[in-house]
């Protein structure tokens, strides 16, 4: 069964910098995409950004574009997702998710998530 761990939320002033990590194993067919999500207090949880399972494609919902960079390194099988410019309106829990075969092309949500981690941006 796939396990995913995310880290590295805190809290961060306006225009800071915070770098998540996600932690991801157990793939049946090797590697997938992975996508990064947020939930804000009283709202729907949200796609944030996705990258292929090579690495080679990307891909960010326009409010994170130009501040947020994902990458992977396939040999620590690790997602890192760079968070710089932050705003207030970043605030959320972060949570990492994917499954077996999963593409950034898939519109539904994956079946495997982590606990989330806490982003506070504030003064």
């Given at each position: 069964?796939?396990?995913?761990?995310?880290?590295?939320?805190g809290?961060?002033?306006?225009?800071?910098s915070?770098?998540?990590?996600?932690?991801?194993s157990?793939?049946t067919?090797?590697?997938?995409a992975?996508?990064?999500?947020?939930?804000?207090?009283?709202?729907?949880?949200?796609?944030v950004a996705c990258?292929?399972a090579?690495?080679?494609?990307?891909d960010?919902t326009p409010?994170v574009?130009?501040?947020?960079?994902?990458?992977r390194?396939?040999?620590?099988?690790?997602?890192?997702?760079?968070?710089?410019?932050?705003?207030?309106?970043?605030?959320?829990?972060?949570?990492?998710?994917t499954?077996?075969?999963?593409?950034?092309?898939?519109?539904?949500?994956?079946?495997?998530?982590?606990?989330g981690?806490?982003?506070t941006?504030?003064?």
């Amino acid at each position: 069964q796939v396990q995913v761990v995310e880290s590295g939320g805190g809290l961060v002033q306006p225009g800071g910098s915070l770098r998540l990590s996600c932690s991801a194993s157990g793939f049946t067919s090797g590697e997938a995409a992975i996508g990064w999500f947020r939930q804000a207090p009283g709202k729907k949880r949200d796609w944030v950004a996705c990258i292929s399972a090579t690495g080679n494609m990307t891909d960010y919902t326009p409010s994170v574009k130009d501040r947020f960079t994902i990458s992977r390194d396939n040999a620590k099988n690790t997602v890192y997702l760079q968070m710089k410019s932050l705003k207030p309106e970043d605030t959320a829990v972060y949570y990492c998710a994917t499954e077996d075969d999963y593409t950034c092309y898939d519109s539904h949500f994956p079946e495997f998530w982590g606990q989330g981690t806490q982003v506070t941006v504030s003064s």
